[in-house]
């Protein structure tokens, strides 16, 4: 895994962008949490070689964020957001596979389209495209979990499944939210 290095500190950003920032910390924060949930459970070889990898990669863009937004600027919600997460992988994988990949393919769209949002906007202003390659390449990479988690779910989700990924979805996006302001 290949990843620019970002070269500005926080002092020289957009506040819009550092409130992004946190909120993309706080994000990956949660994925580490979300595959150590999954590993906490799950016994199939399969999910776990699957769990462990993509956590090692979530860990990877964890500590690029680390890198860039100062400990002073992270998340104050980051406690909620390891235990939200921790949960968020653990219950699926009590519930069995179907419902890991559908829980994986909901938080990865979401992150998807939360990336994209951040890209559109660097393009727009045309500013900071060391921010916007690691933004980038992160997203790249959670599409493609995104993608190994529909094709391993072998089939769409029935009505209980799209339920969990809603509220997924939705809990994504209220931590989003909060953690850009706090």
């Known amino acids: 895994m290949t990843h620019p290095r970002p070269a500005p500190s926080t002092a020289d950003l957009p506040d819009w962008l550092v409130g992004e920032l946190r909120s993309d910390h706080a994000g990956e924060t949660g994925a580490v949490m979300i595959y150590r949930g ?3 459970f799950a016994r199939d070889p399969a999910i776990r070689d699957f769990a462990q990898r993509h956590g090692a990669t979530e860990q990877g863009h964890l500590d690029l964020l680390e890198g860039l937004l100062p400990r002073n600027r992270h998340s104050r919600l980051l406690p909620i957001w390891r235990v939200a997460g921790w949960l968020t992988g653990a219950l699926p994988a009590l519930a069995g596979n179907r419902a890991i990949y559908a829980t994986i393919d909901a938080v990865e769209t ?3 389209h939360h990336y994209q949002a951040q890209i559109d906007r660097l393009d727009a202003e045309r500013i900071l495209p060391e921010i916007r ?3 980038a390449q992160c997203q790249e990479e959670e599409v493609e979990h995104r993608d190994e988690a529909r094709e391993a779910a072998d089939g769409p989700p029935g009505a209980l499944l799209r339920a969990w ?5 939705s809990g994504s996006a209220a931590a989003v939210h909060a953690a850009r302001r706090i």
């Open 110 to 112: 979401f992150v998807d």
């Open 38 to 40: 999954i590993l906490a």
């Open 133 to 135: 390659a690691l933004l």
């Open 165 to 169: 990924a809603w509220l997924v979805g």
